[in-house]
């Protein structure tokens, strides 16, 4: 998921002349007291845009608060134990004005000063507008400091105002310190206004409400009558609403304005990247996007819908749903093929890795290997339904503990086409609803398999049921809805899986790196050594399975074997790299990191003491998916067996079979190093979760005065004999 500048955001290349206005709520925390390493934080991004050649303007809240503080301290100090027995009077507004804004500015100029910026304070009233004389100096004078790189911190000056109160009166030509933002971005000509909130952005409803979606773009013809605002900051003078109609204001005289959080380390420099933050204001939005669209929320909601149809049909009809899908993946095999072979050419013209290539191509033989996967697991067991333990609790009341689809699945993948099909079978045989993500430089590819998949799906439960996310803009949405989306499973980088770990409150399932190592023993076969080393390297170079460090016990190079081992590589084309033992004794560069993933046609290799050793130094240096132990010495293998802590380990078998075909599964999801819910290759039982069943004849508990617990288990029929007897 690397940051990619957001189309709509474009313009922010282009941007010079920048105001940012940070709100009471961003400038002060609890008590009133200055935030310090919070506005330390903004005037460093000013400092290094100032530097940068960036013309900044900085607007300023935060007197009043400030000052109230300060006056309530003194006047603690200053009091009698009578005095505070009695009722404390409301502190002048404009008084707290005069005394924060010294506060407040020296705060500035000591930040600055550090930073080696310069600073100018410039307090204004409403009534200044009113001259056209004042506009006019204002603006040369602004000018001339940003020309001298001097960022001017603006303020309303509440002290003197004739405002009625700072907080109370919206009459003028500004009436906040918002609305003096937009106003100076249109004076001063600026490219951008940034207003710094307490919150992400403007949200459809009240943030704290988990139904509130953030508006990424707000559209005035569709947005102006679906938001609802919620309670103002605890701090300020108007809050959200007073953001938005400044915001509304500047962005139709020709201002592109962005709400963001000023809470969210790097926001203004991650703006000014075009990134995807905040909610934009901009007078060409109602062009960019249809006032009717289709949400992320409506998306997965949509597929929830689509699972509750596909979990109502039989079996059979599950299951035909499947085969249908296979014959239509076999049926346009030809256009699949073309639209991969674009993709393909277009990453190699882009110079992608190799790697990537690699998983990116659909070989010759593909659609018909993925349509006898699918064939084979619609002719598995039904997976929904099935009852796992039975127990009697009392006379006539009778609990199931039975399997029952996870809901909605979110996968995250990149590259790999065939993952797409894998997933979406999954799915369906188990139930699910599911949301697709793949690669853009998969995006024909994908596109073209997701619809001949959904056109397979009968309109009894909708094309809907999986859904294809095109724009990686909708990720953060998709991340955000966890009373909707019930398992993220991300397949990929390891940077794209910390990511998406770091980005959720769903729980995510996978493996952030696929570390996996051989360990040749020394009673090890020659012959099956090098089969196994060969294969785990070369069968699949990119795969997550593939072996990426060989470990060789010391008596191998003593006997030549270790050297057959390198040479069975070399040939083949492996790049080596070696442990501090292993580089100086084979003579080759010493690898930097063991924790390596090369995706590629290389590999790790080290010398070890013994079974222990190999054991010690994948639990030191492996990611826990998959590791191979080749040896003759049975006592050996059930040691490294036992011990070794990973999601799957093999004796005299190469890693690459750790797969879910290649486990009987049908097919994977993708293969899990967690150790909760599902590990190693995850089919259509990673799936899958339990519901509780009970039958009763009217039983209440009642305190349990009347009710004689049995706790019997029953025989669980097998589910064709169950039907048989109709339950």
Same mark, same amino acid.
């Given at each position: 998921m690397e940051e990619e500048m957001d189309r709509s955001r474009a313009f922010a290349k282009d941007v010079k002349r920048i105001v940012v206005k940070v709100g009471t709520a961003v400038v002060t925390g609890k008590g009133g007291r200055l935030a310090l390493g919070r506005l330390g934080a903004i005037c460093e991004q000013l400092a290094e845009l100032n530097s940068d050649g960036f013309e900044v303007i900085l607007v300023s809240s935060g007197a009043v608060g400030l000052g109230r503080q300060r006056l309530r301290y003194r006047q603690l100090v200053n009091s009698s134990f009578a005095d505070l027995q009695k009722p404390q009077t409301e502190?002048?507004?404009?008084?707290?004005?005069?005394?924060?804004? !010294?506060? #407040?500015?020296?705060y500035y100029e000591t930040m600055f000063d550090q930073l080696d910026v310069t600073v100018a304070q410039m307090l204004v009233t409403d009534s200044s507008f009113r001259d056209k004389d004042f506009r006019k100096q204002l603006s040369e004078t602004v000018k001339a400091m940003l020309k001298m790189r001097v960022i001017p911190v603006f303020n309303e000056n509440d002290a003197i105002s004739t405002r009625k109160a700072p907080y109370k009166d919206s009459t003028g030509i500004f009436w906040d310190n918002d609305s003096l933002a937009a106003l100076l971005s249109l004076e001063l000509k600026a490219d951008l206004l940034i207003l710094l909130s307490d919150v992400e952005g403007l949200y459809t409803g009240p943030p704290s409400d988990p139904k509130s979606k953030l508006i990424h773009t707000?559209?005035?013809?569709?947005?102006?009558?679906?938001?609802?605002?919620?309670?103002? !900051?605890? #701090?300020?003078?108007?809050?959200?609403t007073a953001k938005v109609k400044a915001a509304v204001n500047a962005a139709y005289g020709g201002i592109p304005v962005i709400i963001t959080s000023g809470y969210a380390a790097e926001n203004i420099a991650k703006v000014l990247r075009g990134l995807r933050v905040g909610t934009l204001f901009h007078q060409d939005a109602h062009?960019?996007?249809?006032?009717?669209?289709?949400?992320?929320?409506?998306?997965a909601v949509a597929a929830r819908e689509s699972s509750r149809k596909l979990q109502a049909l039989s079996s059979e009809d599950r299951k035909n749903i499947l085969l249908d899908i296979a014959n239509a993946?076999?049926?346009?095999e030809k256009i699949i093929k073309a639209e991969n072979d674009v993709d393909v050419a277009a990453a190699q013209e882009a110079g992608y890795e190799e790697s990537l290539v690699a998983r990116l191509v659909m070989k010759p033989g593909k659609i018909s290997s993925l349509a006898a996967s699918i064939r084979q697991l619609a002719e598995m067991e039904d997976p929904i339904g099935r009852v796992l333990k039975k127990t009697e609790v009392a006379d006539d009341l009778v609990l199931e503990k039975t399997s029952s689809p996870l809901?909605?699945?979110l996968i995250v993948f990149e590259s790999r086409p065939d993952a797409l099909v894998q997933i979406a079978s999954l799915a369906i045989r188990s139930g699910n609803g599911l949301l697709l993500k793949g690669g853009k430089e998969a995006r024909r590819s994908n596109a073209i398999l997701h619809k001949v998949i959904t056109d397979a799906i009968p309109k009894t439960v909708g094309s809907k049921l999986i859904g294809l996310v095109t724009s990686r803009e909708e990720i953060p949405d998709l991340l955000k809805l966890d009373d909707v989306i019930d398992l993220v499973i991300p397949r990929g980088s390891n940077k794209l899986v910390s990511q998406i770990?770091?980005?959720?409150?769903?729980?995510?399932?996978?493996h952030a790196d696929g570390i996996c190592h051989v360990y040749a023993d020394k009673s090890c076969k020659v012959d099956m050594a090098k089969r196994v080393v060969s294969d785990a390297k070369?069968?699949?170079p990119a795969a997550c399975n593939a072996m990426e460090t060989l470990l060789v016990h010391k008596d191998l190079e003593q006997n030549g074997v270790l050297n057959e081992l390198i040479y069975a590589l070399q040939a083949n084309g492996v790049t080596l790299y070696g442990g501090p033992i292993a580089s100086g004794k084979l003579n080759i560069p010493e690898t930097k990191l063991f924790h390596h993933e090369y995706s590629s046609k290389a590999c790790t290799v080290e010398i070890v003491e013994d079974v222990h050793g190999a054991i010690d130094h994948i639990h030191q240096h492996g990611s826990a998916h998959t590791d191979c132990i080749v040896t003759e010495d049975k006592e050996v293998a059930e040691i490294f067996l036992r011990q070794v802590d990973s999601a799957a380990v093999f004796h005299n078998a190469s890693t690459r079979f750790c797969d879910g075909f290649r486990f009987g599964l049908g097919a994977e999801v993708g293969i899990s190093t967690s150790r909760i819910h599902a590990r190693g290759p995850v089919g259509v039982e990673g799936l899958l979760t339990t519901r509780w069943i009970m039958r009763g004849k009217g039983q209440v508990v009642d305190g349990d005065n009347e009710v004689a617990y049995t706790h019997k288990d029953l025989p669980v029929l097998e589910r064709t004999k169950a039907v048989e007897n109709g339950h």
């Open positions: 502190l002048d507004g404009k008084a707290c004005a005069g005394v924060g804004q !010294s506060s #407040l500015m020296a707000y559209i005035k013809e569709k947005h102006q009558e679906e938001i609802t605002f919620g309670e103002k !900051s605890r #701090l300020g003078r108007g809050g959200m062009l960019w996007a249809p006032v009717v669209d289709t949400t992320s929320r409506d998306m993946l076999e049926a346009n809901g909605v699945l770990k770091n980005s959720t409150k769903i729980p995510v399932l996978g070369l069968d699949y």
